[in-house]
């Protein structure tokens, strides 16, 4: 046989390399498999033997040409009570070959919440969504159901393992890759995919290598990148293992999660350069490293800080080359997804609202 999978019309089963893939009924068109016997199945194959399949059929195709791809899990979720997921790639005359999967959520009211959570990863891997329906309650809890189209040079294992971070996303608001705490979540769980297609901003900073803390000023642009986002409002999260592309509005948007070499990222390090060049201390610091498909990824989350604590400072300043100036300080900000550092004539002007508020005995206001 050529390519990685054929239909058999004498047998009505696609046949791959390794695997013979039978319907659920004989007299019909609907395939099942287990993971393991389609993950090298390449969508381009694919759609060529279901267009096979329909020059024989008297019907034009409206999904009844399909295979449904079984993942078992070894262990349930708390959203979804089941040790399985059922992934469909589906026929359509209107379509060609699409990936029509159903996800459960935990309420019915999250419409618009299920398309916000998917759409930067989707595009990111050259998705289309094509159709989205709601449903309240299917027996298990109400679950939305997702017909989108994906480049056929994809694979079918790349699609299911996509589909299960949809899974995800849609599934537990509590990680959602909009928020400090939700990307976080995706990350240490094993999923630094999920960020794909968002944009750097304002709370998010991802690098796609380690600071390369053997120099003072590399320590010292950590330093100031985690002062500038405890002094966010949100907190903020920075990750290192994420490349980043220009988008068309010149914005940087995360495009691959290529990690770095196993080792290369020390938790002690960047918790050293933290503890002894921010001032104060950043208060519930979290820095992880997460191991994903053979590289590393490193994860830190500023929580938001108590006001009564900010500004947070760096200790020392740039001078030139890679020279740190320990006798001068930093007080960076972030204005979009660019750092600045507050000037001198600010810094002066809140020394001097300090001083007048104490002498008059009343509390600084923010100016």
Same mark, same amino acid.
């Given at each position: 046989?050529?390519?990685?999978?054929? @239909? /058999?019309?004498?047998?009505?089963a696609?046949l791959?390399?390794? $695997?013979?893939?039978?319907?659920?009924?004989?007299?019909?068109?609907?395939?099942?498999c287990?993971?393991?016997?389609?993950?090298?199945?390449?969508?381009?194959?694919? %759609?060529? %033997?279901? &267009?096979?399949?329909?020059?024989?059929?008297p019907?034009s195709? *409206?999904?009844?040409?399909?295979?449904?791809?079984t993942?078992?899990?070894d262990?349930?979720n708390?959203?979804?009570?089941?040790s399985?997921?059922?992934?469909?790639? !589906?026929?359509?005359?209107? @379509?060609?070959l699409?990936l029509?999967c159903?996800?459960?959520?935990p309420?019915?009211?999250?419409?618009? @919440?299920?398309?916000t959570?998917?759409?930067p990863?989707?595009?990111?891997?050259? +998705?289309?969504?094509l159709?989205?329906?709601?449903?309240?309650d299917? +027996?298990?809890?109400?679950?939305v159901q997702?017909?989108a189209?994906?480049?056929?040079?994809?694979?079918? =294992?790349?699609m299911?393992?996509?589909?299960a971070?949809?899974?995800?996303?849609? !599934?537990?608001?509590?990680?959602?890759?909009? !928020?400090?705490g939700?990307?976080?979540?995706?990350?240490?769980?094993?999923?630094?995919?999920a960020?794909?297609g *968002?944009?750097?901003?304002r709370?998010?900073?991802?690098?796609?290598?380690?600071y390369?803390?053997?120099n003072?000023?590399?320590?010292h642009?950590? $330093?100031? /990148?985690?002062?500038a986002?405890?002094?966010?409002? /949100?907190?903020g999260?920075?990750v290192?293992?994420l490349?980043? !592309?220009?988008?068309?509005? =010149?914005?940087d948007?995360?495009s691959?999660?290529?990690g770095?070499a196993?080792?290369?990222?020390?938790?002690?390090q960047?918790s050293e350069?933290?503890?002894? &060049?921010?001032?104060?201390?950043?208060?519930?610091l979290?820095? &992880?490293?997460?191991?994903?498909k053979?590289?590393h990824f490193?994860? %830190?989350?500023?929580?938001? *800080?108590?006001?009564?604590?900010?500004?947070?400072?760096?200790?020392?300043?740039?001078l030139?080359? /890679?020279r740190?100036?320990? $006798?001068?300080?930093?007080i960076p900000?972030r204005?979009?997804s660019?750092? @600045?550092?507050?000037? $001198?004539?600010?810094v002066?002007?809140?020394?001097v609202?300090?001083?007048?508020?104490?002498?008059?005995?009343?509390p600084m206001?923010?100016?």
């Open positions: 046989m050529t390519g990685t999978v054929v @239909w /058999d019309k004498n047998k009505n696609l791959t390399p390794n $695997a013979m893939i039978a319907p659920y009924h004989q007299a019909n068109h609907e395939f099942y287990d993971f393991e016997d389609a993950r090298q199945i390449a969508l381009s194959d694919l %759609a060529d %033997a279901f &267009r096979e399949i329909d020059k024989t059929v019907y195709p *409206q999904g009844e040409i399909s295979l449904t791809v993942s078992h899990y262990h349930q708390s959203w979804r009570p089941f399985y997921r059922l992934d469909t790639f !589906s026929f359509w005359e209107q @379509w060609g699409i029509d159903e996800y459960s959520f309420a019915s009211d999250q419409e618009t @919440w299920t398309v959570a998917i759409g990863l989707l595009a990111a891997n050259g +998705g289309e969504l159709k989205v329906n709601w449903h309240k299917g +027996g298990d809890g109400p679950y997702l017909k189209r994906f480049p056929l040079s994809c694979t079918v =294992g790349q299911v393992a996509l589909s971070i949809f899974e995800s996303l849609i !599934s537990n608001d509590s990680i959602a890759p909009s !928020s400090p939700g990307a976080f979540a995706l990350v240490v769980s094993g999923m630094p995919d960020l794909l *968002q944009p750097e901003s709370w998010l900073e991802v690098k796609r290598k380690g390369g803390l053997e003072d000023r590399q320590k642009e950590l $330093a100031v /990148d985690l002062a986002l405890a002094n966010c409002d /949100d907190g999260l920075i290192i293992g490349s980043t !592309s220009k988008g068309a509005g =010149g914005q948007i995360i691959a999660a290529n770095c196993v080792g290369s990222l020390i938790v002690d960047y350069v933290a503890k002894n &060049r921010v001032v104060p201390a950043i208060e519930g979290d820095i &992880r490293v997460i191991g994903h053979g590289k490193l994860a %830190a989350l500023i929580p938001p *800080q108590p006001e009564q604590f900010k500004p947070f400072l760096v200790r020392g300043g740039i030139n080359g /890679d740190v100036s320990g $006798a001068a300080f930093t900000h204005v979009g660019e750092k @600045w550092n507050v000037s $001198a004539e600010a002066h002007s809140q020394l609202a300090a001083r007048i508020a104490l002498r008059k005995g009343q206001s923010d100016a």
